[in-house]
């Protein structure tokens, strides 16, 4: 069953739409990205902050990941063909440039790892706290890793063009 909030899209405009493929690139990504801010968040509530910059910059990012999920589904796995995105365009312009820096960094540091893995993991093993095993299944996970924020680069970098040629 396909959940979305009527209250927070209807009557609003589509500003984009995305393929079955996109939105599950993207959804996967989403839940990674709320999870991390909410927490970040209740940090922030727990200390007593929340008038800052990136207090409200977190807000920011949790409303258009609550939007996000309104638009795209709040189930994994949705049946539909297209999706329609009415989320501000700023605002989901914002995000992807948000995910796209933060995927780019994991990438560039897993990268890092797989050029030298025995450098990377070595130590792990020689002091007993992985097999070679297990050396060997962190290399091929980091490789997929790779190829999933690839898939995030991707699709981060084609709707960014989409928006900007569609004003």
């Not at 002091?127 to 996970?141: K, N, Q, R, S, Y």
């Amino acid at each position: 069953m396909t959940t979305s909030n009527a209250s927070r899209s209807s009557g609003t405009a589509p500003i984009i739409e995305i393929t079955w493929e996109q939105r599950d690139v993207l959804r996967k990504e989403l839940s990674s990205d709320v999870h991390a801010v909410l927490d970040d968040l209740a940090t922030s509530a727990e200390r007593g902050r929340g008038g800052g910059e990136d207090e409200w910059n977190m807000r920011l990012r949790a409303d258009v990941g609550m939007w996000l999920l309104d638009d795209l589904g709040w189930d994994l796995v949705d049946s539909r063909e297209t999706y329609y995105l009415t989320v501000p365009r700023d605002r989901f312009a914002s995000w992807l440039r948000w995910i796209r820096a933060g995927v780019e960094w994991c990438l560039s540091d897993t990268a890092k790892d797989l050029s030298n893995p025995e450098q990377a993991w070595g130590w792990y093993v020689r002091e007993g706290h992985m097999t070679v095993a297990e050396f060997d299944v962190e290399i091929v996970e980091s490789r997929e890793m790779c190829d999933r924020d690839l898939d995030v680069l991707r699709v981060c970098d084609e709707l960014l063009a989409e928006l900007e040629t569609s004003v």
